[in-house]
């Protein structure tokens, strides 16, 4: 008894560190992103204040400039990437109503809430995981160090792979749970978010094994999500719009691989692929039941990092850690 009480004090302190851990993460990224060098007219460079920094910070999260791309009614083909922005615009709004609204009680919330609202999805994420299997602490560790280096690279979109983290985590509890109407409002937000949400609809076949169940839900979120995104109909038919295979200013993707020297390819496609992904394959490989659902879901999620996001993204990576953590523990169950 005296055993398991001191595991489980040290299994709480952990999670006690873990949740400032990844506060100290964030807030480091979140300054090292946006104390960018201001270029004065004789091309010298000066160090921003953090005061500045949050100034710079509080006034991109609620300049109405900062959604107007997203929000606008019209969509194009450009072949950029950032025309599939166009059906994540219920997250855009929704933030943007979060910030601007705290920005009138005072103009520094905005930076307070964007840390606290980020931090404590990643830490949700880790409770979820907790939930579905209680981790043991080299799992835990794994996953803080997971997401700190992840956060020790520039990252662009990482507000929508901190989401996507979230709801993965969250589906993976609800699919282990049974619970069709949480699974459900996760997918749709989830989707909501960003489109590739649609793939976490196969972690409920991970625990169960219902394919007309799925196939129905599946058809109810997608005539939701179209509903939703009517003015961009037109847009989404053209495969162009989700995934341009073109080159894109200021990114890398898998075409140009040979442009670089080999060495440095190979260090990105390791990175990049090969372990996160070889991950999922070598505890699926290893566990006594080999689970398939969960090697289609790594299968698809390589061919998403490869085709239809730069090279270089690394925040990404972060949607496919909670399949990381499942697979660590499902590697000694024999029956799911």
Not at 35 to 62: G, V, Y
Not at 79 to 94: A, T
Not at 315 to 334: D, M, Q, T, V
């Amino acid at each position: 008894m005296n055993f398991i009480s001191k595991s489980l004090n040290e299994k709480n302190l952990l999670f006690f560190i873990s949740f400032f851990l990844i506060f100290y993460v964030f807030i480091n990224f979140t300054h090292e992103r946006f104390a960018i060098n201001e270029i004065t007219n004789d091309k010298t460079f000066i160090k921003l204040t953090r005061a500045e920094i949050k100034k710079n910070i509080n006034q991109q999260l609620t300049s109405d400039l900062s959604y107007e791309e997203i929000l606008s009614k019209k969509c194009n083909i450009t072949g950029d990437m950032h025309d599939r922005h166009k059906v994540r615009w219920v997250k855009s709004l929704f933030l943007k109503n979060i910030y601007q609204l705290s920005e009138e009680l005072n103009s520094n919330f905005p930076y307070y809430i964007n840390i606290i609202l980020h931090c404590s999805l990643i830490f949700l994420s880790l409770v979820f995981l907790n939930n579905v299997f209680q981790l043991e602490k080299i799992h835990i560790i794994f996953f803080l160090f997971y997401v700190t280096f992840i956060f020790q690279f520039h990252l662009g979109e990482y507000s929508y792979s901190i989401f996507e983290m979230f709801f993965m985590s969250a589906a993976i509890y609800a699919s282990k749970k049974r619970n069709i109407i949480l699974f459900f409002l996760i997918i749709l937000m989830a989707t909501l978010n960003r489109e590739s949400g649609f793939i976490i609809i196969l972690t409920w076949l991970i625990f169960n094994l219902e394919f007309k169940k799925i196939i129905i839900l599946s058809a109810i979120i997608l005539t939701i999500f179209v509903i939703i995104n009517y003015e961009s109909i037109n847009c989404m038919i053209n495969p162009k719009f989700f995934v341009p295979l073109q080159k894109q200013e200021g990114q890398i993707i898998l075409s140009e691989l040979g442009s670089i020297n080999i060495f440095s390819s190979i260090l990105i496609v390791t990175i990049n692929f090969i372990l996160p992904i070889g991950l999922i394959f070598y505890n699926v490989f290893k566990s006594e039941a080999k689970n398939k659902m969960l090697i289609i879901m790594a299968i698809i999620y390589s061919i998403v990092f490869l085709f239809a996001t730069p090279v270089y993204q690394m925040s990404e990576k972060l949607i496919i850690l909670p399949l990381i953590i499942l697979s660590f523990n499902l590697r000694n169950i024999k029956n799911i």
